[in-house]
């Protein structure tokens, strides 16, 4: 759930959502997804998607995805194109934004960039792109699930939902991890893949932000329950959860897998900040979380 990356020099911001934004930005976004949706029948990547008529036509809502593969956000914003016609502004880390190739793209999609270190400025973008009557997509598990099961979610999409009066959509990615996750080589050629997505009904704003991400997993581990019932596991595959005969990590051991990772982390950006001679600031937290 996800200091922004601008380029240097003066911006000229616009409101997310205004017909002056819109009138440049989205033939640009629609462009891109057609390529995409090229890429993608070149890639035999076969689709079954159900439940988006729970995404709405007009207004503001927080799109909450569960993630298990690097291409997630380029699957998450199919259904909003059918039948409602929309376009999903994700919060994505800060790297993409900088890079030189991705970077510009992102920005003239009107994404959401996302400094771990500081997410003030992003989460401020993201309110104001929900009052404006976006769609705003976010990860609260913020990074890959290494076990293909849930994880602990971040409260940032419901603070969101809460401050800006919008309901919480519920979707589920399945098959995804299959294309290109965490630790495995990519298989972006053609591998004829099934991907589920699952839309789930709207969860209003109702409950404290702590209460309502509670709901909000549940319902979501409940979908991707549903959603893996009907689909094909090959057991011992990687991209298997445990739980099913595959031979992905459990979630304890993927959790303590990630607490190394981020250990190691800090420990090489404190070993950084030592060498450049710079203030023992420490860790800030992230305002997502």
Not at 39 to 60: C, D, N, R, Y
Not at 101 to 117: E, L, N, T, W, Y
Not at 150 to 161: Q, S
Request: hydrophobic share 35%; net charge positive.
């Amino acid at each position: 759930m996800e200091t922004c990356g601008s380029p240097p020099g003066p911006r000229v911001r616009h409101r997310i959502g205004d017909p002056a934004t819109l009138a440049d930005v989205e033939p640009f976004y629609r462009t891109i997804i057609g390529i995409a949706r090229t890429l993608f029948a070149g890639q035999g990547l076969k689709f079954s998607v159900t439940g988006e008529e729970h995404i709405p036509a007009t207004g503001g809502a927080v799109i909450a995805i569960n993630h298990t593969g690097y291409m997630d956000f380029t699957y998450a914003g199919l259904p909003a194109r059918r039948p409602a016609k929309r376009y999903v502004r994700f919060m994505a880390k800060k790297e993409v934004f900088d890079n030189k190739i991705s970077g510009p793209m992102m920005r003239a999609m009107k994404h959401i960039p996302v400094d771990r270190g500081d997410a003030g400025d992003s989460y401020r973008l993201a309110v104001e792109a929900l009052r404006a009557g976006e769609l705003v997509g976010v990860f609260p598990e913020e990074t890959i699930s290494r076990s293909f099961e849930l994880k602990k979610f971040k409260t940032g999409a419901a603070r969101m939902a809460e401050e800006a009066g919008v309901p919480v959509i519920p979707m589920i990615i399945w098959g995804s991890q299959r294309v290109w996750t965490k630790g495995h080589p990519k298989r972006l050629g053609r591998t004829n893949t099934p991907i589920t997505i699952k839309v789930g009904a709207p969860i209003p704003p109702y409950l404290p932000p702590a209460a309502m991400t509670e709901e909000l997993h549940a319902t979501m581990e409940q979908m991707l329950h549903e959603v893996q019932d009907s689909y094909h596991h090959e057991p011992g595959a990687y991209w298997v959860p445990r739980r099913l005969g595959g031979s992905a990590p459990t979630l304890e051991e993927a959790t303590a897998e990630d607490e190394r990772v981020a250990a190691e982390r800090r420990a090489r950006k404190e070993r950084e900040r030592t060498e450049r001679g710079g203030p023992d600031s420490g860790d800030r937290g992230v305002s997502a979380e």
